[in-house]
């Protein structure tokens, strides 16, 4: 199997200057959209079908009293197990052998199936016209600049971090980065934690939290919703399994009528039941 | 298929009426909006039918026939009960009574099926097995409309329900085939329901078949004086021949 | 910076004061965040909770306009607990100076003010001198008349008590800052204070950053790797056009300009007069005749005082609140602005625009039509039929048209290449300037009025047509040898008779031969086994990173630790070495004559803990600012005595009663200044999109304003609506026992570009520092209420 990369965000050392938004804006080429005023320094609510990445600002006074400004650069996680890509009903989304999810935006059909099953609500639809004027659908969210990887480079975020919050490198390389991190600061940061979420099979970004998942708006045990699990993996292949079976219970019930009408005599023409 | 055959080889000159027009033209749409759901279902459900795309222009299509042909299969339950309040009441009450010779259809039913000879167990409007599809059709509609809205409208619910939705629609896809599939075969290839085919387009159907398939409903007809008697010899050349 | 960025890596301890490097320096954090991780310590003292707040270890909050009294509690922490360097103090510093007894300090005021000319009679804090004039030391520090024992008395006021009455700091917040930054007293460690706006915006600006300096002092932090006081520059540029004589009271090289006073009137007297008898300013005449053989060519000759007749003399204050004063008074005809944008970024904006419509012309450079170039239009709120200013814009290149060098905070100047064309008709400053230049001379070609002389005297020799040869200016700024023609190695080798010319003294050595423009430099190996990264780039003075190196070393010349050693005396070969170009004459031993003397550019050869030089007193003392909440606590001089107050309408004041709350103006990281830069950018604009102010939840309650609201803030100049962002990071002030509110705004916005808001600047006063005229945006009164 191909070596898996994971995009690493230590949120203890970014101090939120953004630059991953406008750099990810920059080189996907993605335009503004200004939003009403959030009452915050956070500029989007979430990040949308053209804002791939997002910075979340949580003022939280931590357990010793004091107040912590926690910054989040918050985007697509890469689920190992991606739920996305579980529930794609054309197949438009799928691994690259690095382990990126992403979207094939010729096949998507804007059915939104990806954006009501992810576990980290990241990847949206953004509505186009076509010349007609008629409106169509396509799922976006960050591709982990998956062209610049295929030229040898690394994320555009991770490119222009200045602080070293984010970094770009081979899986389990960063997760013993990410647990030694910890450790070092369990002291500032006690219920500090690294965020490789299992109930997805784990992630490829992954994070360095300073406080609890939930306080970043995380969810604490995410996983692929149980819905998606047991449509795709069983009423899927047993509605399958079972249409078969029912065509071909029918089927025979059909041969073996005409046969037995046969021996009877050919009675189907007289309307009536097999009675006596 | 059977239909020119049947009115000519059968003593059908004495029809009765079974079914209103609303149940009618509300049951056709339905079907036929059922059929086309379906058709452009496929294709969503499994990349084996993915050739059925081009046929409805595309995945855009195939979606957007599947939301009008969604419309198509709710709005008949509305035309029953509005143009025929009384046959839609007559329905259900129908479907939640259940006598001990309900449960008898089923025995001598299966036989039936497979062409065997089978003893007939008396049934009123509907009988058992048609009763079981009713219930079956109506579990499978509603989980099929509810789920299908918050597909359609997914801002407008929880997510945690339009996650299940998908669930759930996809159950009532499987759920659905096997039933109607059964309805189908039963209603239109079985050789001893086609009178009941002709009926549903229709309206009616031929007396004899009605007396002996629900002969407890067309005695009660009877009674009323709404039907025949069919015992009576004027009425019955065959069997008084 | 007295270091530079990356040297911020070493630091044990930085302490962050008056700046949000976070946000306005992020590079700053990618070194602050090494030094954490071997185990360095971030403090943030602001006012607000900010992005830098968010990365330190330690916060402590402080009301707007109180450094002094903060900083001045750590002095007196630092001399109570015996935490200071010792002899650092005793040998690098003036503290064991004896004072004359002329300087008193009594209730706010020291010795010698006038009241008439809000001045002081500077002569009365002079030092006590032997008869060959050396000042008197006492390097025991025992001396009632020492500097340090009057510091010490001085500071002694500034308990812990008081301060934290005084700036609202929560005393133990307070201690603890006192005891991590004081940690770095120890000789192996240092502790860095970085600094900006929030220092130097204040009546009491420039005494800020000298009380910085006088606590860096006393922990022997000055002149080692993770050391020194930091002021982290603003524009890309700022440090290079203050090198340039941006500031209005300088020729280029931090050479004061000539005034009309009798002491100026001939090259000679004015040398005479400005030059010290020590210290490396003592070669001043040698920068200064280079400098007019720089400008004035062949027109400068020893017969016609190198032109110096020629040089502008003016005794007018030229900051630019005067400037506008007197637009304002109609006493300007005209204005060029070049790059700046006054309507959003001047104090008062409000009068700064109406005072736009005194001038007859205003010739606006900019790469947009910004606030300021079209003050005049409608949009602007100004009704253009009664605006007689004609109004130009020339379109200027951005940076990434032209090419040309930029200094950073770190004194490193950093040759650009041009990256694309510039659009339409838009021309790089410098084409600007040379155009303008040589159509002038043209002009003035014939005229022999006093006023064509300096115009006609100038030496404009920088290639023809409408490019200039930037190659050409580099090597004049470097210097050369007037006759050969070759460029000199450094400003050791500049003459004061007319040989040399060098068009900034501080930056010769740059050049220093043909086809070496060390500005290009970009050579990233460390060659030196520090972080200096000597062949980066070019550094100025002589290429060293580290100023006052010297004091790294102890007077024996062995550095104080070897983890913090830069450089040191090497007796065998007899000469400094190290991993810095030693900010010393390289060959003086510790034992000769000044060879325990680090601060060479002083007189003295030591640090001041005591400047009899500034306007308003030789030690920082606590002033409110000029709009105050609260009667000052340390003394019964409410203001500092020597700013200078403009009154009437150009600068109404506001009291307590109306506008009983603190405020402040501020950058983000994602806007840029004025907003010309970032408010015509779109991705910027959506970052923050909406002007607001930060306030504090209980201020929000006690108002009836909930998140998101629309509010109205109103000072004594004016007000603005804004968006309520109701927030944790900033909590009410406690002082003198009573609660006062502080609030806090960006001053990015005005009615252009994509991201669109009131000007904060409608608010601020004019009003500046006592010595620097930079003005108060930092603390002034206002009130808020729900739009
Ligand atoms: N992104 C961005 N970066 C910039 C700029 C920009 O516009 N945008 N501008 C550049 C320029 S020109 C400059 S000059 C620098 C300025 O850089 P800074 O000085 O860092 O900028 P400010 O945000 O104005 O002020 C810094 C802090 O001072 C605090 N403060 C206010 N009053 C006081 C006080 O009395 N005491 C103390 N200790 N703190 C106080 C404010 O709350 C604020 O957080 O930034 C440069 N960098
Ligand atoms: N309330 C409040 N006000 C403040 C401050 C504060 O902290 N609070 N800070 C003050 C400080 S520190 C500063 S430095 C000033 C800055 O005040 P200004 O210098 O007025 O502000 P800028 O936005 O930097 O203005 C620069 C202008 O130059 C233009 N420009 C950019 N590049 C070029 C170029 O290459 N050539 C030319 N000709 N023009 C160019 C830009 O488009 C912009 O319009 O604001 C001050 N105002
Ligand atoms: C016979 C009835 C129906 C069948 C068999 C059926 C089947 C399906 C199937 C198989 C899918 C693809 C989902 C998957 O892969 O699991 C689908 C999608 C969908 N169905 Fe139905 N459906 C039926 C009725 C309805 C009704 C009544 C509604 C609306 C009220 C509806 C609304 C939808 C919607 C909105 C989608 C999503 C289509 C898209 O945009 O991709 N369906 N249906
Ligand atoms: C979703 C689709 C359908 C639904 C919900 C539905 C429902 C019903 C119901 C409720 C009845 C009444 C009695 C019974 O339960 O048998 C009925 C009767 C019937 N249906 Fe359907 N039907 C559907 C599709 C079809 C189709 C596609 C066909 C044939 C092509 C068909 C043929 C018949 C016939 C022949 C009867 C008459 C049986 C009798 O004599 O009572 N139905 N259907
Ligand atoms: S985070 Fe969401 S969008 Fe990204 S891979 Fe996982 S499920 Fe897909
Ligand atoms: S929106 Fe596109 S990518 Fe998402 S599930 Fe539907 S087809 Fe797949
Ligand atoms: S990895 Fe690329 S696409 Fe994803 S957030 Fe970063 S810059 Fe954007
Ligand atoms: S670029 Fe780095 S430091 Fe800046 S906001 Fe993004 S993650 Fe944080
Ligand atoms: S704004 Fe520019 S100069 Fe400042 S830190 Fe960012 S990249 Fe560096
Ligand atoms: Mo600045």
Excluded at chain 1, 120 to 148: Q, S
Excluded at chain 3, 451 to 467: M, N, R, S, T, V
Aim: charged share 20%; hydrophobic share 35%; with cysteine.
């Amino acid at each position: 199997m191909a070596t898996k990369y994971v995009k690493y965000v230590d949120v203890t050392k970014c101090d939120g200057c953004r630059a991953c938004m406008v750099a990810c804006k920059n080189w996907n080429d993605l335009p503004a959209e200004p939003q009403d005023f959030l009452g915050s320094m956070q500029s989007h609510a979430n990040v949308t079908a053209d804002t791939w990445n997002v910075l979340t600002f949580v003022e939280h006074e931590n357990s010793k009293g004091n107040l912590d400004y926690l910054f989040r650069h918050s985007s697509c996680f890469h689920c190992t197990d991606a739920a996305c890509e579980k529930v794609c009903p054309e197949n438009a989304i799928s691994y690259t052998d690095k382990g990126m999810v992403v979207v094939d935006q010729e096949v998507c059909v804007g059915c939104g199936y990806c954006e009501q099953n992810c576990p980290f609500d990241v990847i949206h639809l953004k509505t186009y016209k076509d010349e007609n004027g008629k409106e169509y659908r396509k799922a976006h969210k960050c591709t982990m600049c998956t062209d610049r990887l295929d030229e040898g480079l690394q994320p555009a975020c991770v490119t222009t971090c200045h602080t070293g919050a984010m970094e770009f490198g081979e899986k389990d390389e960063i997760i013993s980065k990410a647990e030694k991190r910890v450790k070092e600061i369990k002291e500032r940061y006690p219920n500090a934690q690294v965020y490789n979420p299992q109930g997805v099979g784990g992630t490829h970004t992954i994070y360095v939290l300073a406080e609890k998942p939930s306080v970043y708006g995380l969810p604490e045990n995410p996983k692929v919703p149980t819905s998606a699990v047991l449509w795709k993996d069983y009423a899927q292949p047993i509605g399958k399994a079972m249409v078969g079976g029912v065509a071909m219970a029918l089927a025979g019930a059909f041969v073996a009528n005409k046969f037995f009408d046969k021996k009877n005599g050919g009675q189907e023409e007289d309307g009536g039941g097999n009675h006596e | 298929m059977g239909v020119a055959t049947m009115s000519k080889t059968h003593n059908s000159q004495l029809q009765v009426k079974r079914f209103s027009k609303a149940f009618v033209w509300a049951h056709a749409i339905n079907g036929i909006a059922f059929i086309g759901l379906y058709i452009t279902a496929l294709p969503m459900y499994t990349e084996f039918f993915d050739w059925l795309y081009p046929l409805m222009g595309g995945p855009e299509g195939a979606r957007l026939a599947h939301r009008v042909l969604a419309v198509a299969f709710i709005l008949p339950t509305f035309i029953f009960l509005i143009f025929d309040p009384k046959g839609f009441m007559n329905w259900m009450k129908e479907l939640v009574t259940w006598k001990k010779r309900d449960l008898q259809f089923f025995s001598e039913f299966v036989k039936e099926l497979f062409g065997f000879k089978s003893k007939h167990v008396k049934q009123t409007f509907f009988n058992a097995g048609e009763k079981i599809n009713s219930l079956l059709q109506i579990v499978c509609a509603i989980l099929l409309i509810a789920s299908g809205f918050t597909m359609w409208f997914p801002d407008a619910f929880p997510t945690a329900l339009v996650q299940w939705g998908y669930f759930l629609h996809n159950v009532g896809f499987g759920l659905g085939f096997a039933v109607v599939l059964g309805h189908i075969y039963l209603s239109v290839i079985h050789k001893n329901s086609r009178p009941g085919f002709t009926g549903v387009i229709t309206g009616k159907v031929p007396a004899e078949w009605a007396k002996d398939h629900y002969t407890e409903w067309y005695e009660e007809e009877v009674k009323k004086g709404n039907f025949p008697d069919l015992d009576d010899p004027k009425n019955n050349k065959k069997k008084g021949a | 910076m007295t270091n530079h960025w990356n040297d911020l890596q070493h630091t044990d301890v930085a302490m962050i004061i008056g700046a949000n490097p976070a946000e306005n320096h992020p590079i700053s954090f990618r070194w602050l965040l090494k030094a954490r991780e071997r185990g360095g310590k971030i403090i943030s003292v602001d006012p607000r909770f900010t992005r830098s707040s968010a990365q330190a270890d330690l916060y402590s909050p402080l009301r707007s306009g109180t450094d002094i009294a903060f900083i001045g509690g750590m002095i007196n922490y630092t001399l109570q607990n015996n935490l200071f360097h010792k002899e650092y103090v005793a040998k690098y510093t003036n503290a064991s100076f004896i004072v004359k007894k002329s300087f008193k300090f009594d209730d706010g005021l020291f010795s010698g003010f006038d009241e008439a000319t809000s001045s002081y009679d500077k002569t009365q804090w002079a030092f006590e001198t032997d008869k060959d004039g050396k000042p008197l030391r006492d390097e025991k520090l025992e001396n009632p008349r020492s500097v340090f024992q009057l510091m010490k008395k001085h500071y002694s006021r500034y308990d812990a008590e008081t301060v934290s009455t005084v700036t609202g700091s929560p005393k133990e917040d307070f201690l603890k800052v006192c005891e991590l930054f004081c940690s770095t007293g120890k000789a192996g460690k240092a502790g860095t204070i970085m600094y900006a706006m929030g220092t130097t915006q204040h009546t009491v600006g420039t005494q800020n950053v000298r009380s910085y300096a006088m606590l860096q002092l006393l922990l022997g932090n000055i002149g080692l790797p993770g050391g020194g006081v930091n002021a982290l520059r603003g524009e890309s540029n700022v440090q290079g056009s203050t090198d340039f004589a941006l500031l209005w009271g300088d020729l280029p090289g931090y050479i004061g300009a000539p005034k009309a006073i009798p002491e100026h009137a001939t090259l000679e007297a004015f040398l005479e007069k400005e030059t010290p008898k020590a210290g490396y300013w003592s070669n001043k005449p040698k920068f200064v005749v280079s400098l007019l053989k720089a400008w004035y060519g062949p027109n400068a000759t020893k017969d016609n005082e190198f032109a110096y007749q020629m040089l502008p003399k003016g005794n007018k204050n030229y900051s630019h609140i005067s400037l506008f004063n007197a637009m304002y008074k109609g006493e300007l005809e005209g204005t060029f602005l070049f790059g700046q944008n006054p309507v959003v970024g001047g104090p008062n904006a409000g009068k700064e625009k109406e005072s736009l419509s005194n001038l007859k012309w205003m010739v606006a450079v900019d790469l947009w039509e910004t606030e300021t170039s079209s003050f005049w239009q409608k949009e602007a709120g100004s009704d253009p039929s009664t605006i007689a200013t004609e109004v130009f814009l020339l379109p200027a290149s951005s940076s990434f048209e032209k090419e040309g060098s930029v200094t950073n905070s770190s004194r490193w100047m950093q040759y650009r290449w041009k990256a694309i064309d510039s659009r339409g008709e838009a021309k790089a400053d410098l084409e600007i300037i040379h155009i303008l230049a040589t159509k002038i001379k043209e002009l003035y070609k014939n005229e022999s009025t006093p006023a064509a002389q300096p115009i006609k005297a100038l030496h404009w020799e920088y290639g023809h047509g409408d490019h200039p040869d930037i190659d050409i200016v580099c090597k004049e700024i470097n210097g050369y040898d007037y006759k050969t023609g070759k460029q000199v190695p450094g400003f050791g080798a500049l003459m004061d008779d007319g040989s040399t010319c060098s068009g900034n003294w501080i930056y010769s050595g740059f050049y220093p031969e043909e086809g070496n423009n060390r500005s290009k430099s970009r050579d990233s190996k460390n060659t030196d086994g520090g972080t200096n990264f000597l062949n980066w780039s070019y550094a100025w003075p002589a290429n060293r990173r580290i100023l006052y190196n010297r004091a790294s070393a102890d007077p024996s010349g062995k550095p104080w630790s070897e983890e913090r050693a830069v450089i040191n005396w090497d007796a065998s070969q007899k000469k400094w070495v190290g991993n810095d170009i030693p900010d010393f004459v390289p060959t003086k031993a510790p034992t000769d004559e000044g060879g325990t003397n680090p601060f060479i550019m002083l007189g003295d050869g030591v640090a001041g803990m005591f400047v009899p030089t500034l306007n308003d007193g030789p030690f920082p003392e606590h002033y409110e600012p000029f709009e105050s909440p609260v009667p000052n606590v340390f003394s019964s001089v409410e203001m500092n005595p020597t700013v200078k107050v403009w009154d009437g309408d150009f600068n109404k004041k506001g009291n307590y009663k109306d506008f009983p709350i603190v405020a402040t103006t501020y950058r983000v990281s994602e806007h840029w200044q004025s907003g010309s830069m970032t408010r015509n950018q779109e991705w910027l604009s959506e970052l923050v999109a909406h002007m607001y102010v930060e306030i504090s939840e209980e201020l929000a309650k006690e108002k009836g304003i909930k998140n998101k609201d629309k509010i109205v803030v109103s000072s004594a100049r004016g007000d603005v609506t804004a968006y309520a962002m109701v927030t944790k990071r900033f909590k009410p002030y406690k002082l003198n026992g009573g609660t006062i509110h502080h609030i806090g705004m960006p001053w990015h916005f005005g009615y252009k570009g994509y991201a669109t808001g009131d000007t904060a600047n409608r608010l601020t006063p004019h009003i500046g520092d006592a010595n620097t005229m930079i003005p108060e945006y930092k603390a002034f009164l206002c009130n808020v209420r729900r739009a």
